[in-house]
């Protein structure tokens, strides 16, 4: 079974469902209503997606999700290779959560004052097609910013976000999975799309998997924990056999860089 493809996106969606998961928005999850009032019982995935680029692809998966009854969170950067209007309003019109996927301390050089008045300008950008409640940094592998230190100074809570992932998600009762790395288990060769210490812990309990059939496997026999957030990145998912080609042989080409920059 070729991994990374729509197909198979699907399939994983079903599965869930088919095990008795929510499937739910970030925003849902910050609320809680899409979660029961018996969270020893309740099983639900929050869905969120990074649009890093190719954001046609993120259109394919929201239509999925909704044809299925499923929410999900996808997160917009501000550059033309994510930032699309109409892709923008198709995902919302679906039912969707639209959310910022701010990058503004590695475009502003790191300028805190700077970098809070750009993350302002494009919230309110963003909230011209979707009342946005939820931000999410992006990687910015090659930047030494990291996106989340802007919060050091400053409040997102000030300017009506609610929540944002990595600094907002109860990591001690909920797992995460990215495919960052094009795979499951790339937390290892990746720059800041990680959980420390969190990761270590779930690795050492054999909560791992390389591929989407070997999580398929476990999902079905029932490792999968309870309650879960699962990151994806549309960009990589894809039925069509030269993209899909494309995005491995780029995938593996980032992550020997990435492996170097992380040693180094």
């Known amino acids: 079974m070729k991994d990374f493809t729509l197909d198979i996106y699907r399939e994983l969606l079903e599965t869930l469902q088919q095990k008795g998961y929510r499937l739910i928005s970030f925003a ?15 099983k639900f995935v929050i869905l969120r ?3 890093d680029a190719r954001p046609e692809n ?10 299925l009854g499923a929410k999900a969170t996808y997160y917009f950067r501000v550059g033309k290779e994510s ?3 109409e892709v923008i309003r198709a ?10 996927h701010y990058e503004d301390m590695s475009l502003c050089d790191g300028k805190v004052d700077e970098a809070w008045s750009h993350f302002r300008t494009w919230l309110e950008y963003f909230r011209q097609y979707y009342a946005v409640e939820t931000i999410c940094m992006h990687g910015a592998p090659t ?16 300017v009506g976000i609610i929540g944002e992932p990595y600094m907002d998600t109860d990591f001690a009762d909920v797992f995460y999975l990215t495919d960052t790395g094009r795979c499951w288990d790339g937390y290892k060769v990746s720059v800041r799309d990680k959980i420390p210490g969190h990761q270590e812990e779930w690795t050492a309990k054999g909560l791992t998997w390389h591929t989407t059939p070997q999580l398929l496997q476990a999902i079905e026999a029932d490792r999968l924990p309870a309650h ?3 990151t994806t ?13 494309k995005e491995l042989v780029l995938q593996k080409t980032k992550n020997v860089i990435k492996k170097l920059w992380i040693k180094n």
């Open 233 to 245: 990145h549309p960009q990589r998912w894809t039925n069509n056999t030269a993209a899909w080609l």
């Open 143 to 158: 930047s030494k910013w990291d996106g989340k230190d802007l919060w050091k100074k400053y409040d997102y809570k000030t």
């Open 49 to 51: 997606h990074d649009v």
């Open 83 to 85: 930032n699309n209007p």
């Open 58 to 67: 993120s259109r394919k998966t929201a239509q999925i999700e909704h044809a």
């Open 91 to 100: 995902i919302a019109a679906l039912g969707h959560e639209i959310g910022y």
């Open 228 to 230: 879960v957030m699962i």
């Open 28 to 42: 849902e999850y910050l609320r809680n209503t899409g979660i029961s009032g018996d969270r020893d019982t309740d």
